[in-house]
């Protein structure tokens, strides 16, 4: 185990959210650890979305409180999360297929040159160079920065959004099914960043219908059904076939 584990990073107590007379979710209460990966799993309707949106900001509480790095916080909307460091990367990575790869990375974030004859011109040689850094550190090996971002392969966007996540220096990813429609091969190396993430000491939240995949790289498993949380396991004190009867 990562020391890092032991520090408490995101807390979530009595998480409640109504959509009209529907009430989507009750009473939820979930940790998560620096450098832990915490598998959420769940048919569909289980809450897992609803509780997602609510902690990168895209839905608001309506009951409850969330803490992170022991304060207490309000994430109105995902800009106030992503200024906490919270990221998520869905199954569709958010990216802009006919930019490059560098600019897909500093999207929003562009670094930029100041000076009489520049006026705020963006630095593409920085940008360049910090991206293909990025991408080497999760081990993704791309021969340009400017290749677009259409001619990569699903794995490979997916590392991309990874490595602009740890790039900006993001404490906490939700990784939102990334690997759906994933060939095996690509599947594997996404396993496989998501894996790295501990040592660097950041949680992740990964949400993925494959049980199989969320066992392998979760360290705790927390299983929603109708609203409800249902069980909160560490990976070594269940199976996949348990986790099944358990959300089922």
Known sequence: MNNNQNIELLK????????GNLHALKDVNMSINKGEVIGLIGDNGAGKSTLIKIICGVHKLDKGSVHFEGNKVSIENPKAAMKLGIETIHQYST????????RNVFIG??????????????????M?????????????????????????????RQGVAIARSMFFKSKMLILDE???????????????YIQSLKNLGIGSIFISHNLYHVHEVSDRIVGMARGEKVCDLNKDETTVNDLIKLIG
């Open 178 to 192: 990334p690997t759906n429609h994933l060939s095996v091969k690509e599947t594997l190396k996404v396993l496989e």
């Open 95 to 102: 990216m802009f297929q006919e930019m490059s790869i560098a």
């Open 12 to 19: 979530c107590e009595g998480i409640n959210k109504w959509y």
């Open 128 to 156: 360049d160079h910090e991206s293909m850094k990025a991408i080497k550190d999760v081990g993704l090996d791309l021969r340009s920065p400017h290749i677009p971002v259409k001619e990569l392969s699903g794995g490979e």
């Open 109 to 126: 974030r562009e670094p930029k040159k100041f000076g009489l004859n520049f006026l705020g011109l963006l630095d593409e040689k920085i």
